[in-house]
Every structure is written in structure tokens, then in C-alpha cells.
């Protein structure tokens, strides 16, 4: 499936940003999707997933109270809902759809949540955050 995320912007330090994430051609209720990042010089990171089966969400521990994922079947997308932005949010964001039913989330040695990159083979050209201090 063809990903777009949108959404993405210039935003003062404890500022919001609503990104979205959509499918033309395709319908984004058979995926479960997540939203990564990569900030410039770093590897993308995995910060949110929602699963398809049962709409359970699950968030990295630094997006977790900041960030809400959220899907819109009618409108067919899934939105990244975040605030209280600080600068280290600062990113280039993608979306990414996954045809099972789950999202694959492990937990790392320090106790938080990750997904691997190699999870996901769909993945939508990004959109640019940036957060100024």
C-alpha cells in the first residue's frame, strides 16, 4: 500500500502538530500502523502503533502522555496526534502499514517499547517536524 503523511511544521517548544497518515488507493483499517522517526545524524525510531485486530495503541516511553495515535476508517487515516512538543521531537516522521494483525512490539533491556524498522515493508514518504526551543 502507498502511504502519504502530512501534517508536518515549524512549532514553538510545548506547541502541538497533528500529523496524518493516509492510503489513496488503498484502505488503511486492513494495516496496523505505526509512526517512526529520524532526526538528523540518527537511525529512525519507532514512536507509536496501532494494531488492526483490536485498535489497541502502544507508544515509545518518550512519546507516551505527549502523543496520541488514532484511526479515522471514514476518512481512511490514521492520525499522530502530538503535544507538548520539545525540541528532541524534532524529525522527520513517517508512517508505515503492516497487513498483520498486531503491532510487533517488543520490550527492550530497559524496559521500554520498540518495533524494528524491518517490520514494515509499506512505508510513506515523510513529513518534517520541527520544534524550536
Known amino acids: 500500500v502507498q502511504l502519504q503523511a502530512s501534517g508536518g511544521g515549524l512549532v514553538q517548544a510545548g506547541g502541538s502538530l497533528r500529523l496524518s497518515c493516509a492510503a489513496p488507493g488503498g484502505t488503511l483499517e486492513s494495516y496496523n500502523i505505526a509512526w517512526f522517526r529520524q532526526a538528523p545524524g540518527k537511525e529512525r525510531g519507532w514512536v507509536s502503533c496501532i494494531n488492526r485486530a483490536d485498535g489497541r495503541t502502544y507508544y515509545k516511553e518518550s512519546a507516551k502522555g505527549r502523543f496520541t495515535i488514532s484511526r479515522d476508517n471514514a476518512k481512511n487515516t490514521v492520525a499522530l496526534q502530538m503535544a507538548y512538543l520539545k525540541p528532541e521531537d524534532t524529525a522527520v516522521y513517517y508512517c508505515?502499514?503492516?497487513?498483520?494483525?498486531?503491532?510487533?512490539?517488543?520490550?527492550?533491556?530497559?524496559?521500554?517499547?520498540?518495533?524494528?524498522?524491518?517490520?514494515?515493508?509499506?512505508w510513506g514518504r515523510g513529513t518534517l517536524v520541527t520544534v524550536s526551543s
Open positions: 508505515a502499514a503492516d497487513k498483520r494483525d498486531l503491532c510487533r512490539v517488543v520490550i527492550t533491556p530497559d524496559m521500554d517499547l520498540d518495533i524494528r524498522t524491518e517490520e514494515y515493508d509499506s
